[in-house]
């Protein structure tokens, strides 16, 4: 069993897995014991597979995992943890923008006795989305952190039996707690290749995020309903008094139709709130696997199908 494991996703990076290797090595050379780089192909459309083919064929301590489709990078990272064989497993991305010498630092973290390290940019101030989400959740993510950590097998084996669709890796692993310890670094630029996350994708990740550890929407909607409802109550208290003082109430148009109004729109965002949650339990139980993979590249394993 090697000591360290390095998992790659990787959605179209063919300019960047050769670079990334290079600079991988040196570190394990620096850092010693051995080492395995696994990189999981995550349906790449331009020549990453054949990239890594190669890099696979001239040094075995190489792996690839390719998954049949684009399953994301969420599910990919999914299935680099589930394949990698190391004591302890490190994340990163395949566009260099995670420095490769902070792995020196994780795992001198690591032999101080830490269960995770991750990665946090420096000098960055915790975007307004991570602020809402920490409110909003239960477990607290570190400001800025990024998918860019180091886990010990322990670690490994609890994110394993985490079998949930809807994936929110940074939020599960601070809900899986363990000693945790942060390590700074400067943000770069992306090597080569374009980013593949969408603005679109993006959004409705947080939206996950926040949906897969907070019950606060599902209370905030009752909160709303219940406010509507006092509202309602106290007019009708009102209604009763001066009808009882024989006031002239013969104008109500306009409270009637505003009250429609309100009480419609608070049932729709009701139901909307609900339907997301729904929408999610759906996706649950439907127990689909995470990803497939259609092949495996190196590190004497055959090729084959197999899933989770
Ligand atoms: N990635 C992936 N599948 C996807 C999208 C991205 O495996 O569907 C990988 C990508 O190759 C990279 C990492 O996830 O290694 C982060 O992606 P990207 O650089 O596009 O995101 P950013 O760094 O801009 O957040
Ligand atoms: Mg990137």
Same mark, same amino acid.
């Given at each position: 069993?090697?000591?360290?494991?390095?998992?790659?996703?990787?959605?179209? =990076? /063919?300019?960047?897995?050769?670079?990334?290797?290079?600079?991988?090595? =040196?570190?394990?050379?620096?850092?010693?014991?051995?080492?395995?780089?696994?990189?999981?192909?995550?349906?790449?459309?331009?020549?990453?597979?054949?990239?890594?083919?190669?890099?696979?064929?001239?040094?075995?301590?190489?792996?690839?995992?390719?998954?049949?489709?684009?399953?994301?990078?969420?599910?990919?990272?999914?299935?680099?943890?589930?394949?990698?064989?190391?004591?302890?497993?490190?994340?990163?991305?395949?566009?260099?923008?995670?420095?490769?010498?902070? @792995?020196?630092?994780?795992?001198?973290?690591?032999?101080?006795?830490?269960?995770?390290?991750?990665?946090?940019? =420096?000098?960055? %101030?915790?975007?307004?989305?991570?602020? @809402?989400?920490?409110?909003?959740?239960?477990?607290?993510?570190?400001?800025?952190?990024?998918?860019?950590?180091?886990?010990?097998?322990?670690?490994?084996? /609890?994110?394993?039996?985490?079998? =949930?669709?809807?994936?929110?890796?940074?939020?599960?692993?601070?809900?899986?707690?363990?000693?945790?310890?942060?390590?700074?670094?400067?943000?770069?630029?992306?090597?080569?290749?374009?980013?593949?996350?969408?603005?679109?994708?993006?959004?409705?990740?947080?939206?996950?995020?926040?949906?897969?550890?907070? @019950?606060?929407?599902?209370?905030?909607?009752?909160?709303?309903?219940?406010?509507?409802?006092?509202?309602?109550?106290?007019?009708?208290?009102?209604?009763?008094?001066?009808?009882?003082?024989?006031?002239?109430?013969?104008?109500?148009?306009?409270?009637?139709?505003?009250?429609?109004?309100?009480?419609?729109?608070?049932?729709? @965002?009701?139901?909307?709130?609900?339907?997301?949650?729904?929408?999610?339990?759906?996706?649950?139980? %439907?127990?689909?696997?995470?990803?497939?993979?259609?092949?495996?590249?190196?590190?004497?394993?055959?090729?084959?199908?197999?899933?989770?």
């Amino acid at each position: 069993m090697p000591r360290l494991s390095v998992v790659i996703p990787c959605y179209n =990076e /063919a300019e960047n897995v050769a670079e990334l290797y290079g600079q991988l090595c =040196e570190v394990v050379s620096c850092v010693g014991g051995d080492a395995e780089f696994l990189f999981v192909d995550d349906g790449s459309r331009d020549g990453t597979l054949a990239r890594l083919r190669d890099l696979a064929g001239r040094d075995a301590r190489v792996r690839a995992v390719s998954l049949s489709r684009n399953f994301g990078h969420q599910a990919a990272l999914s299935a680099g943890i589930d394949h990698a064989r190391g004591d302890a497993v490190v994340v990163m991305d395949a566009d260099l923008q995670h420095p490769p010498e902070l @792995i020196r630092r994780f795992v001198e973290r690591w032999a101080e006795g830490y269960d995770i390290v991750y990665a946090y940019r =420096e000098g960055v %101030k915790p975007r307004l989305g991570y602020r @809402i989400i920490n409110r909003l959740m239960r477990v607290r993510i570190p400001p800025e952190s990024a998918d860019f950590r180091l886990m010990d097998r322990r670690v490994v084996e /609890a994110f394993r039996h985490m079998p =949930e669709r809807t994936r929110f890796i940074r939020g599960m692993l601070s809900w899986l707690g363990f000693r945790q310890a942060g390590v700074g670094y400067q943000d770069r630029e992306r090597f080569a290749g374009q980013r593949a996350y969408t603005l679109h994708q993006t959004a409705r990740m947080a939206l996950n995020a926040v949906l897969s550890f907070s @019950i606060i929407p599902l209370r905030l909607a009752s909160l709303l309903g219940l406010v509507t409802l006092l509202a309602g109550l106290a007019y009708a208290v009102y209604v009763l008094f001066a009808w009882w003082n024989g006031w002239n109430l013969a104008r109500g148009w306009p409270a009637l139709i505003m009250t429609i109004l309100i009480l419609g729109g608070v049932q729709l @965002i009701c139901l909307g709130i609900i339907a997301e949650y729904i929408g999610r339990v759906f996706e649950e139980v %439907k127990h689909r696997p995470l990803y497939v993979v259609r092949e495996e590249v190196g590190g004497g394993s055959e090729t084959g199908t197999s899933a989770r």
